[in-house]
C-alpha cells in the first residue's frame, strides 16, 4: 500500500530487515495504515470507511495479543497531529482516524488486561484527545459551510470554540487528577524517556533487553537495509499523506529502538517500506537516465539535432519518443527519440552510477537473502538446547528441555513450580505445569514475592513456598545466565516490597560486594544453595528438613526440588474457584490471591508505588 501511494502505482520489492520476520503483529499496522492516506481536498470514500472500520478491528485485535497495541495508537494519533500541522485536515482524514479510534477502543476495552486504560491511561490520553478535537474541528467546518462564512469568520468560529473546549478539558483534567482517575505513565512507558538505568524500578532495570539501543543495533539486526533508511527518509516526506506516515512511523520507531533495544523490532515494517521507497526511486530515476543516453545514441546515428523542436512538447522532447512526419517517398520515418537540451555528459555519468548502484544492489541480493534467513534462524533457535564442547568435544546439551520433559513426566498434573519469572512461559509450554509467575505477569509486588522466597534463607523461604508451591525449578551451571548470577535482581526486586530482606544492607545494594565477591546473605539464601548443593567438595547445602533434591540434569544445568510439608490446606484452598477473583464464571482472567496462612506476610509488606494501578490513594492520603 505504501508503495503504491508513493510511488504513483509501482512497487517496488524489497526485501524489508532482518527484524522482519520477528514482527507478525506490527502487520497489524498494514490494515491501519491504509486508512488514512488522503489528499488535502479529498472527501471520504467507501475505502475510507471500510478502511477506517478496518483499522479499527486490527487495533483491537493488537490490543487482546500485544501491549504494544498502545504505540500502534499513537504512531497513528501522530500522523493525523503532524498531517494538521501541515494543513493536510480532510474530510477523509476525519472519517478515517474517527472510525478507528472509537470502533479500535471499543473493542479493546472488552479485553481484561486492558479495561478502561484507553480512557483512564495518560500513555493513550493523547488519542482520545485528539479525537475530540478532529469532531469539535469537523463541527467547525460543517456550521461555517452551512452559514456560508468566509475565511475570516470561520477561523474566528474556531479560536472561540476551541478556546471554551479547551478551557473545559483542563477543568475537566483538575477534577480528574484530583480524584485519581487518571493513572500516571508506568515505568515500561518511563523508561523509553529516561536512562533504564534510572527507571526506578527494579523490575525493568533487571531485564537485559531494556538497555538503549545504538547504530550497531541497527546493523545488526537491519543489516544493509539500514544504509538506505536516511534516504528513503528524506524522499517520502514528498510522498503526500502516505509519506507523512511512513515518515512519522519511522521517526517514533527508531527513536524508541534507540531507547530501549528490544524495541528495535518495531522499525522492522518501516524499513522495509523506506528501502522500498529508496530502491524504487533509484530504479525509476536510473531507467530514465538509460533512456536518455540511448536517446543520445540514436540522435547521434540519425542525425537529429538535441535541441527542442518548436513543435513538441516538454516532455516529449525531453522523454517520448516519436514519429515525425514522413521521409522520402512518403515513407514513415523511424521513431527518433529526442534527448532535450540536458548535458550529454551528465545524462551518461548519471545512467552510469545509478546503473552501477543497482548492480552493486542486485548482486548483494542472495547474498542479503541468505543472511536474513541465517538470521531468522538464529532467532528462532531455541535456547533450551545448545552446543557446547566436553574435553575439546562437540556435545549437543539437552539439559534444559530434559528438565521440562522431567516435570512434565514425573509430577502431579495439579503440581505448582515456582522459579523465577524467566522460565514460566517455557514451564506451562513444554512442562505442561503451572507456574508461580511468567514474563506477563505485570504484578511487581507477586514479583518480589518470589525474588523473596529464593534469596530467603532456606527456613523462611520454606515457611512461604509451602504455601504457594510443590517443586522449586534452578537454572544452575555456573553459566553467566543461571539464577545464581541472576540473584541479585531477585534481591533488588524483592527488598523494593519487603525492606527488610536483607536486614544489614538496605535495598541488597552490596549483595555482591565491591570486590566482586559474595555478601553473607548471598552465600545464606536459598537459590544459592540450590544451586551449589553438593558442587564443592560434596558439600550438602540444601537443609533435607525443608527441601529435597529430585532432579539433576547430565550437565547440572537443571536442578529440581520439591518441596517439602506443603500446606495442604492452602492447596485446597487456592484450587478453589471462589478464590481465584475472575472477572467472571469461566473467564481466563484470573487475578488470584494469597491464602490466608500469609496474611501476616502480606500485610508486612510495603506496596510498590506502581503508576499501572489505576485510582491507587498513597498511604499518607489513607493515614
Known amino acids: 500500500a505504501l508503495g503504491k501511494e508513493l510511488k504513483g502505482g509501482v512497487e517496488e520489492p524489497v526485501q524489508g530487515s532482518r527484524s522482519a520476520a520477528s514482527a507478525p503483529r506490527a502487520g497489524g499496522l498494514g490494515w491501519i495504515e491504509e486508512a488514512f492516506f488522503g489528499n488535502k481536498n479529498e472527501s471520504a470514500t467507501a475505502k475510507t470507511y471500510v478502511f477506517g472500520l478496518g483499522s479499527g478491528v486490527a487495533y483491537a485485535a493488537m490490543a487482546a495479543t500485544w501491549g504494544g497495541h498502545v504505540f500502534a495508537l499513537n504512531v497513528v494519533a501522530l500522523h493525523v497531529v503532524v498531517s494538521l500541522l501541515c494543513g493536510r485536515y480532510s474530510g477523509k482524514l476525519h472519517v478515517a482516524y474517527s472510525r478507528f479510534y472509537a470502533v479500535g477502543t471499543a473493542l479493546a476495552v472488552q479485553v481484561p488486561v486492558v479495561g478502561w486504560g484507553p480512557l483512564r491511561s495518560l500513555e493513550q490520553l493523547g488519542a482520545l484527545a485528539l479525537f475530540c478535537v478532529l469532531q469539535v474541528l469537523a463541527g467547525c467546518v460543517a456550521v461555517s459551510r452551512v452559514r456560508g462564512h468566509g475565511a475570516e469568520a470561520a477561523a474566528r468560529l474556531k479560536v472561540g470554540v476551541f478556546a471554551a473546549c479547551a478551557a473545559s478539558a483542563v477543568l475537566a483534567a483538575a477534577v480528574g487528577f484530583r480524584a485519581g482517575y487518571f493513572a500516571p505513565f508506568s515505568p515500561r512507558v518511563a523508561s523509553l524517556f529516561v536512562k533504564h538505568t534510572k527507571t526506578g524500578n527494579p523490575l525493568v532495570d533487571s531485564v537485559a533487553e531494556h538497555s538503549q539501543g ?130 550529454s555528459v551528465k545524462v551518461i555519468l548519471g545512467a552510469f552510477v545509478g546503473v552501477l548502484i543497482l548492480g552493486v544492489v542486485f548482486m548483494r541480493t542472495p547474498v542479503y537473502l541468505k543472511t536474513c534467513q541465517e538470521f531468522g534462524q538464529r532467532r528462532s533457535d531455541p535456547r533450551i ?145 540450590m544451586h551449589s548443593h553438593k558442587v564443592y567438595e560434596g558439600r550438602e547445602l540444601v537443609d533435607p528438613k525443608y527441601f529435597r533434591e529430585v532432579y539433576k540434569s547430565q550437565y547440572g544445568r537443571v536442578r529440581i526440588y520439591k518441596v517439602l510439608h506443603v500446606s495442604k490446606k492452602s492447596k485446597e484452598w487456592l484450587a478453589d474457584p471462589a478464590n481465584k477473583l475472575c472477572d467472571r464464571e469461566g473467564s481466563w482472567y484470573c487475578p488470584g490471591q494469597y491464602p490466608p496462612a500469609l496474611k501476616d506476610l502480606i500485610s508486612r509488606r510495603k506496596t510498590y508505588a506502581r503508576s499501572e494501578d489505576f485510582n491507587r490513594k498513597r498511604e499518607a492520603d489513607a493515614n
Open 385 to 529: 538446547v545448545t552446543m557446547a564442547h566436553v574435553n575439546g568435544n562437540p556435545v549437543v546439551v539437552k539439559d534444559i528441555l530434559k528438565g521440562f520433559i522431567w516435570l512434565r513426566d514425573n509430577t502431579p498434573d495439579d503440581a505448582r513450580i515456582l522459579s523465577w519469572w524467566d522460565y514460566g512461559y517455557q514451564i506451562t509450554g513444554i512442562a505442561n505445569r503451572t507456574t508461580l509467575a511468567d514474563g506477563n505477569t505485570w504484578n511487581h509486588e507477586h514479583i518480589a514475592m518470589i525474588g523473596k522466597i529464593l534469596v530467603s534463607p532456606q527456613k523462611e523461604a520454606h515457611a512461604i513456598a509451602r504455601h504457594l508451591a510443590d517443586y522449586v525449578y534452578v537454572l544452575a551451571g555456573n553459566s553467566y545466565d543461571d539464577d545464581l548470577a541472576k540473584s541479585g535482581h531477585m534481591a533488588f526486586i524483592g527488598a523494593s516490597v519487603f525492606p527488610d530482606l536483607c536486614p544489614k544492607d538496605p535495598g541488597c545494594r552490596n549483595w555482591i560486594t565491591k570486590d566482586n565477591t559474595p555478601s553473607e546473605a548471598m552465600l545464606k539464601s536459598t537459590i544459592a544453595q
Open 214 to 343: 545504538s547504530a550497531g543495533t541497527f546493523w545488526y539486526n537491519l543489516g544493509e537495509v539500514a544504509v538506505t533508511l536516511p534516504f528513503g527518509l528524506g524522499l517520502s516526506l514528498f510522498g503526500g499523506d502516505a509519506g507523512i506516515f511512513l515518515a512519522t512511523y519511522a521517526v517514533a520507531s527508531a527513536y524508541f529502538a534507540l531507547k530501549m533495544s528490544r524495541l528495535i523490532v518495531l522499525i522492522a515494517p518501516a524499513s522495509a517500506a523506506l528501502a522500498g521507497v529508496a530502491l524504487g526511486t533509484l530504479f525509476e530515476w536510473t531507467m530514465r537516465q538509460v533512456e536518455k543516453t540511448l536517446a543520445l545514441g540514436i540522435n547521434a546515428v540519425t542525425g537529429v539535432s538535441g535541441k527542442k523542436p518548436s513543435s513538441a512538447s516538454s516532455s516529449e522532447a525531453l522523454e517520448g519518443p516519436s514519429v515525425v512526419g514522413k521521409g522520402d517517398g512518403g515513407k514513415p520515418r523511424k521513431p527518433v527519440v529526442r534527448a532535450g537540451r540536458e548535458s
